[in-house]
């Protein structure tokens, strides 16, 4: 079989290194608010070049905790609307509605799946306040449109970058582009902790000092609470963890746009959409900072600020393509098979159309990708598909 994910093998250039690493969290006896979790701060703001970043236990909570921030802070009411693309995890949603605050679904680009620039403004109304761009993929979601939308319009630029540590804009990495970013390190991601964790950026230190302090019951001094916190810590045996795999971060994300290069080389197949990817870099003159590269003429690789958290492909009859690949023992997994606003949790979105969004959902399927796949196995991979029947 040739696994989608395999952290066994992810790990095991490094797999001393992580069991010395946890081992002396468990003999430190020290297991909360110690110096894994400052040092992996300080390493993860240097990494981002952000001057804050606030260890929290999940992807979602550091969501959840930037936006509560705000509200706290009083630069968010109940009922403000948070620009969001509809096709993202259903986690950035959560995170709006947790906060009594309105998602406004947008309808993504359907090349790169980011959220489309061009529909943002149509959107803003005088209750906005925030647009979260979600990285989805590992592909860079923000242009200079939606850069220069939030500053006139005096909104929040909230990076959702779960899925995209260590991808470029320019020569800026992600969850340093807005105001405020949320990272998860759930074991699958191309950076996981060994469980759950995840991270705030920011380089507003009132905001990082708010996030702090709500994610530790809402207490700056012990037994002194000014919010009505939260418990959601990184703890050392994580951060420990982390530590050592930021340090193999960058490796092993080019290890993942090596195999989206041969994928994107090699898949050839009429009813196939492979992933479009974008040119942020400096020499990109499109009018919304980015230009889809056409891979058959340029080396991926040039341009590439990708880190391919998904190799994410589309075909009109997916679950047959799904199951052809299986019963050639290809693992693949839907991201994602239902899109948030047709989830019984929002059963009051029920009536809402949005057919780019459900066409992504009907259609997408995810690929092997991570450093634990061979090249072999990648060229196995393409050569399945191309041989798939065509339509
Ligand atoms: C994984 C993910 C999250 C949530 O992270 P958790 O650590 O699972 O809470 C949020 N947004 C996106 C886009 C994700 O992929």
Not at 235 to 257: F, G, P, S, W
Not at 291 to 310: F, K
Not at 354 to 378: C, D, F, K, Q, Y
Request: charged share 25%; proline share 5%.
């Amino acid at each position: 079989m040739i696994e989608f994910l395999n952290l066994n093998a992810t790990h095991s250039p490094y797999a001393d290194e992580l069991r010395e690493a946890v081992g002396q969290v468990v003999d430190s006896g020290w297991y909360l608010f110690g110096e894994e979790v400052d040092a992996f701060e300080r390493a993860f703001s240097k990494y981002n070049s952000v001057d804050n970043t606030v260890g929290v236990a999940s992807g979602l909570d550091a969501l959840r905790i930037i936006l509560r921030a705000y509200r706290e802070l009083g630069l968010m009411t109940e009922g403000d609307e948070v620009i969001v693309p509809a096709n993202t995890y259903i986690a950035s949603i959560l995170s709006i509605t947790d906060n009594d605050l309105t998602p406004v679904l947008l309808e993504p680009d359907p090349r790169s799946y980011n959220i489309d620039p061009a529909r943002v403004e149509d959107h803003i109304t005088d209750r906005t306040s925030a647009v979260m761009i979600v990285h989805l993929y590992g592909q860079n979601a923000y242009t200079r449109e939606i850069g220069h939308l939030c500053e006139k319009y005096d909104l929040k630029l909230i990076e959702d970058a779960a899925q995209a540590h260590g991808a470029y804009y320019q020569d800026r990495r992600v969850g340093s582009l807005g105001d405020a970013a949320g990272f998860s390190f759930y074991p699958g991601k191309n950076l996981g902790a060994l469980g759950d964790a995840g991270a705030i950026c920011t380089d507003n230190s009132e905001l990082a000092e708010c996030c702090r302090t709500l994610a530790n019951y809402g207490s700056q001094e012990k037994y002194t609470n000014k919010y009505q916190g939260y418990n959601s810590r990184l703890d050392e045996i994580q951060a420990a963890a982390l530590r050592v795999k930021l340090k193999y971060l960058d490796q092993q994300n080019q290890t993942r746009r090596e195999i989206a290069q041969q994928y994107l080389e090699t898949i050839d197949h009429p009813d196939i959409t492979l992933p479009t990817v974008y040119d942020v870099s400096e020499s990109a003159s499109g009018s919304n900072g980015g230009v889809p590269v056409d891979h058959s003429a340029t080396p991926v690789t040039a341009v590439d600020s990708h880190v391919w958290h998904l190799f994410v492909v589309r075909h009109p009859d997916r679950d047959a393509l799904r199951q052809y690949l299986e019963d050639e023992g290809v693992d693949t997994i839907i991201h994602y098979p239902i899109p948030p606003h047709e989830q019984e949790a929002y059963s009051e979105w029920e009536d809402r159309s949005l057919p780019i969004t459900e066409r992504i959902h009907e259609e997408v399927l995810s690929l092997p990708m991570g450093p634990h796949l061979s090249e072999e196995e990648a060229v196995t991979v393409s050569e399945l598909v191309n041989q798939y029947p065509h339509s």
